[in-house]
């Protein structure tokens, strides 16, 4: 199960090609299943419509939950893009993992801090922009002095530890039960014993793996919202 | 290498990937928002306005023929009492025309009973002219008579009595 990230080095800049590669192949399911789902729109919804519809909803229902819709309509197309990209990616490392020389070529993207904490930082940084832009730099300020003076440095502190947990929460839960597959497949791979022992457990917690990315995008996108309006919403 | 891989998972630090990652997602949320977001948003606010238009229209149609029947309602039941009307006066009319008729009928008949009345007298009148024209006739040729056979008082009385009888039976 020990595999190791394939790290090349271009312009003296290390990178992961299975990095570009799953974030590249994420990225193209999540926009075929967009554009395939709003091949031919109808008045009439039936099919792949309905169900990018009601993703449209229930994203409108995360933002809604946290925001009211005239702030939180321009977060709209944020909200919809985070939950559908992070559920894709935490979703393509479950059904296998390719191992070349040791090294892991296919994984979920989510799997990996680097990519998780890319996503926190954006969203953070981009929650702080919109604070800065709807409330005015004053009252944005203002905001880190609330509900008392003294707890400023907290308030620093959060922020911090907001970006911290949002990135390495996704990241840990993938990672795991990406790590608990790995171990699973050397346990039914080493032995009939552990095969037969091993393939239930494997099932489970493939379905279980399935939930959790289920849940974690769902959360990503959630904790986005509810930081936004914390920054965006005048009274909190 | 174990402790790497503990604290950043599989991958060494490698911002290229935070990079790619980032204008990855950027490109993504921009494509998205062209090709499925923008007219799935479009098309459900169309449906949306589409619905809302729907109702509205149906609220007006409803209205209307609300309108429609109270107007109709009104026309019955106006119908109703100009019929009503109608056949009252009709009724009325009627009455009055038998009581005209019958008016006309009662002096037309006593017209015709004066004229019946007048004509009678008239023919009286005429009849006893005819009379006295015949008597005066009569009572010459009787004379005559009386002259040619030279009668006697009895005879001649006689002779009257039998003319006067036959004057009479003539009538």
């Known amino acids: ?205 493939q379905g279980f793996s399935i939930f959790v990315g289920a849940i974690q995008a769902f959360i990503f996108t959630m904790l986005t919202m509810v930081y936004m309006a914390h920054k965006v919403s005048h009274d909190h | 290498m174990l402790t790497n891989e503990l604290v950043l998972g599989s991958s060494g630090f490698a911002p290229l990937d935070s990079i790619y990652q980032l204008v990855a997602f950027l490109v993504l949320m921009l494509l998205l928002k062209k090709f499925a977001w923008a007219p799935l948003v479009k098309m459900m606010k169309e449906r949306e306005d589409y619905v809302a238009n729907e109702i509205d229209s149906a609220e007006k149609a409803k209205q209307e023929a609300t309108e429609l029947l109270q107007q109709h309602q009104q026309m019955m039941k106006e119908a109703r009492l100009e019929t009503q009307a109608l056949i009252e006066s009709a009724k009325k009319q009627g009455e009055l025309q038998r009581e005209e008729i019958i008016q006309t009928a009662r002096s037309e008949a006593e017209r015709l009973k004066e004229s019946a009345r007048l004509e009678i007298q008239q023919e009286k009148e005429n009849a006893v002219a005819t009379l006295k024209e015949q008597v005066a006739s009569l009572s010459v040729l009787i004379a005559s008579k009386v002259i040619e056979k030279e009668l006697n008082e009895k005879d001649q009385e006689a002779l009257i009595q039998e003319y006067i009888k036959k004057a009479g039976e003539e009538r």
């Open chain 1, 1 to 205: 199960m020990n595999h190791e990230a394939p790290i090349r080095e271009i312009f003296g800049l290390h990178y992961n090609p299975s990095n570009i590669l799953m974030i590249t192949v994420s990225s193209l399911i999540v926009f075929l299943i967009a554009v395939l789902c709003t091949r031919s729109l109808q008045m009439r919804p039936k099919g792949a419509q309905n169900f990018l519809e009601w993703v449209l909803d229930f994203v409108k229902g995360i933002i809604n939950s946290n925001l009211d819709w005239k702030n939180g309509a321009k977060f709209h197309i944020l909200a919809l893009t985070l939950i559908m990209y992070i559920f894709v990616s935490n979703m393509l490392g479950l059904p296998f993992a390719v191992v070349i020389d040791h090294e892991l070529w296919w994984k979920s993207p989510t799997a990996d801090p680097l990519i998780t904490m890319t996503l926190a930082v954006m969203v953070v940084a981009l929650s702080h922009f919109y604070g800065v832009k709807l409330n005015g730099t004053k009252q944005y300020g203002r905001g880190y002095l609330e509900p008392m003076k003294f707890m400023f440095p907290l308030k620093i502190i959060e922020e911090f530890s907001n970006t911290l947990t949002l990135g390495l929460r996704l990241y840990g839960n993938i990672f795991a039960g990406e790590t608990l597959l790995a171990l699973l497949v050397s346990l039914g791979t080493g032995s009939i014993v552990g095969g037969i022992l091993g393939f239930p457990l494997m099932i489970v917690w």
